[in-house]
């Protein structure tokens, strides 16, 4: 790709040491240039240290605050040093080298084509291992609050301008970010634009582990929805 404008990436990790240095790796091959910021939520393994090591701006707390408040952080601090016309992309450092297919998000803000792009998984990685409950649900909210269909409400790899970054603040708290985000985006009468890419990263699984996981999930993006129902 041949840099247009500014590019910032915001990438959100937690516990993600496996994974994070393959994303930065992967991100500034596609985005060669940009300032690369890791929203780290108080990660207890090596993802700080791994991360600096490859050329990520560490943001984090002492104690975990949930991804809304994380990115949402990361974000402030971008929106304070980058210009409006700055692209930033969002995404989730479980991504790995997978990262690398994000370009086309990037691409279509850059062209003018939409203000807010969304990646889906492709038909062939989008397995998660579980039933289907939370993405329904949050398909389902935003139809209900906007009129819109919305595919993959749950994705955490969006791109934008930072004007457009600006005026989704402040992120509704923990998962339910990225749905709270696009209620929002819509109702703003942005431009949205899904495609999907040939992504990969760590399923939760039908475990136990996997399905407080995904209970703690349902809730949180409950709450985002709740708190844009009046």
């Known amino acids: 790709m041949t840099p247009e404008s500014t590019r910032v990436a915001i990438v959100a990790a937690q516990n993600e040491q496996e994974t994070v240095g393959e994303a930065l790796d992967a991100l500034k091959q596609i985005l060669p240039g940009a300032r690369l910021i890791v929203a780290d939520d108080a990660s207890r393994d090596r993802t700080r240290e791994v991360a600096m090591r490859h050329g990520g701006w560490v943001i984090g707390r002492g104690r975990p605050h949930g991804k809304g408040g994380n990115v949402g952080a990361a974000a402030q601090a971008a929106i304070g040093e980058f210009p409006d016309d700055a692209v930033v992309l969002l995404c989730d450092a479980d991504l790995g080298r997978s990262a690398g297919e994000l370009g086309p998000l990037v691409a279509a803000v850059e062209a003018g ?26 398909r389902r909210a935003v139809e209900r609050l906007t009129g819109e269909r919305i595919e993959a409400p749950l994705s955490g790899q969006r791109a934008m301008r930072m004007a457009t970054l600006r005026l989704l603040q402040p992120f509704a708290d923990g998962w339910g970010l990225e749905t709270g985000m696009t209620i929002d985006a819509i109702r703003h009468g942005l431009r949205l634009q899904e495609m999907e890419l040939p992504l990969s990263h760590r399923a939760p699984g039908r475990t136990p582990a996997g399905f407080l996981h995904r209970a703690a999930q349902l809730r949180e993006i409950r709450r985002a929805v709740r708190s844009r129902s009046g």
């Open 113 to 138: 084509r939409c203000d807010l792009a969304i990646a889906g998984f492709s038909a062939t990685r989008s397995a998660s291992g579980g039933f289907g409950l939370t993405i329904g649900y949050a």
